[in-house]
């Protein structure tokens, strides 16, 4: 799987948003926003999950964006355009449920704003109304407004320290949008704190909300039990069962518990190769 383009979107403090063109014909023919492709950088590694962001079938490429966080996003951020992925599996996990609903609201944090654009693309395609509200940290590590602005009807972006748009958290606008209007839909994707805050908003105005959830995974076929998630007490699996939940039945705190399982071998790992 041969990266055809390396962009990086922007690089705070040493930390990249990267985005790779990768070719692959055959996942470009078949994904749907909403799902997910399974890569290995090269064969001593761990697979993770990226979002499909962006699939172009004329040129059979798909577009994954990510940021360098652990280990293996450092070492996929260290391939250039020429390289080679070890493996890339997808597309996987079902797709959005894309139907006209009406007014949406999409909620997107962090890097997780890359994930909120095919679903942005393909709601609006249905016919939708879309609010999007974006937040990051600060001005320089906001992404893709530009094309979130071109598939959303409206658009807020919110920073934590003010350096752009308003200052505070994508729930302050959330709230103030609920509080004036009705909406149909509400669809978010980024940091589990945010998920889980914009969910008690949405519980509070009444309104139905879908969440895609980064579970961590490791075969994602749906045997590993890796990325268990409870939902309305059920057990899912993120991989075969999601990415997207209905956001009032997550198991919150099992989830953020779960997904930092392995965070001091991560740890241990980046220091070893940083210092080798
Ligand atoms: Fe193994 Fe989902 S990744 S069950």
């Not at 004329?58 to 070492?75: K, N």
């Not at 059920?234 to 069962?241: A, G, I, T, Y």
Request: charge should be neutral; hydrophobic fraction near 40%.
């Amino acid at each position: 799987m041969k990266i055809i383009n390396k962009k990086i979107i922007n690089d705070v403090g040493g930390v990249k948003i990267i985005q790779l063109d990768i070719a692959s014909g055959d996942i470009a023919s078949k994904a749907l926003a909403g799902q997910f492709v399974m890569l290995m950088v090269n064969d001593k590694g761990e697979r993770i999950p990226l979002t499909l962001v962006n699939t172009d079938k004329s040129r059979g490429t798909v577009s994954l964006i990510f940021q360098e966080a652990g280990f293996t996003t450092q070492s996929l951020g260290k391939l250039n355009s020429g390289d080679a992925l070890y493996s890339l599996v997808g597309p996987l996990g079902h797709p959005t449920e894309i139907k006209r609903y009406g007014r949406v609201i999409l909620v997107g944090g962090g890097v997780g704003i890359a994930e909120i654009l095919p679903v942005a693309r393909a709601l609006k395609g249905a016919g939708n109304h879309i609010t999007t509200i974006l937040g990051s940290r600060n001005k320089e590590l906001l992404i893709l407004e530009t094309e979130l602005k071109s598939a959303s009807d409206q658009i807020y972006i919110m920073t934590d320290d003010g350096s752009y748009g308003r200052k505070g958290f994508t729930t302050d606008m959330l709230k103030e949008l609920l509080s004036k209007d009705k909406y149909d839909l509400i669809y978010s994707v980024g940091p589990i704190p945010m998920m889980k805050r914009v969910v008690l908003v949405s519980r509070e105005y009444n309104t139905k909300i879908l969440v895609s959830l980064n579970a961590l995974m490791v075969d994602a076929t749906g045997m590993c039990g890796c990325c268990r998630v409870s939902v309305f007490g059920e057990v899912k699996f993120s991989c075969v069962d999601g990415p997207d939940f209905d956001g009032a039945g997550v198991d919150w705190e099992e989830l953020e518990k779960r997904n930092k399982v392995y965070s001091v071998q991560e740890k241990h790992i980046c220091n070893l190769f940083s210092a080798s």
